[in-house]
């Protein structure tokens, strides 16, 4: 199986590398139109900033690319909500594969960036097959995907926000499955088995 990362301006590779590698699963980090489109799983993880990210992937015509993808797609964190429409983080235009907006954190009684561990609950995505519902999961983030029809799972950090989301092939999660245990495992495995 060829899983490939997509490389762009944004963290967090190396520990998805690492936890592919945990499961016995060799992975290529790369930002070339043809290897993403020849891979059979495309990885888009992301701890960053918005604008910056969307910058670096429409100079290298990757937006137009990610959006073209017929595999499975898995966003993780910044990966998730570049996949959305517009992101409230420097006013940022996405890449609009789910119709919704992401939001700034605007409770001032909660610490931001919501950070650490929560429950995920109504779960709904081959995603979480032998996932808990209300499993915990570790999050790190200062913005956050509104909840829709395409929400695979949910959290609640002051407001109900959408943790987990699908449509076709693109799936995405807010939290991070490299670092979120046994679940967190169990969401990667599920995922590479699509």
């Known amino acids: 199986m060829r899983v490939v990362i997509v490389k762009y301006n944004a963290g967090n590779i190396a520990s998805v590398q690492n936890a592919l590698s945990r499961l016995g699963v060799e992975s290529i980090v790369s930002d070339e139109a043809d290897v993403l489109r020849q891979a059979d799983k495309v990885i888009f993880p992301g701890v960053g900033e918005a604008s910056t990210a969307m910058q670096y992937l429409s100079?290298?015509?990757?937006?137009?690319?990610?959006?073209?993808?017929?595999?499975?797609?898995?966003?993780?964190?910044?990966?998730?909500?570049?996949?959305?429409?517009?992101?409230e983080e420097n006013d940022t235009d996405c890449l609009g594969i789910f119709p919704t907006k992401v939001k700034k954190f605007a409770d001032t009684n909660l610490k931001v960036p919501h950070m650490g561990w929560n429950t995920i609950s109504r779960l709904k995505s081959l995603l979480f097959s032998n996932v808990a519902e209300g499993a915990y999961?570790?999050?790190?983030?200062?913005y956050y995907v509104e909840p829709s029809e395409d929400s695979a799972a949910q959290c609640n950090y002051g407001n109900e926000f959408t943790a987990a989301i699908q449509k076709g092939n693109f799936y995405a999660v807010q939290f991070h499955p490299e670092k979120s245990g046994?679940?967190?495992?169990?969401?990667?495995?599920?995922?590479?088995?699509?």
């Open 59 to 87: 100079e290298r015509n990757l937006d137009a690319v990610i959006k073209s993808l017929t595999q499975p797609v898995l966003g993780i964190c910044l990966g998730m909500q570049l996949l959305c429409s517009h992101s």
């Open 137 to 142: 999961a570790y999050f790190v983030h200062g």
């Open 182 to 194: 046994v679940a967190g495992t169990r969401i990667l495995e599920n995922f590479l088995s699509l």
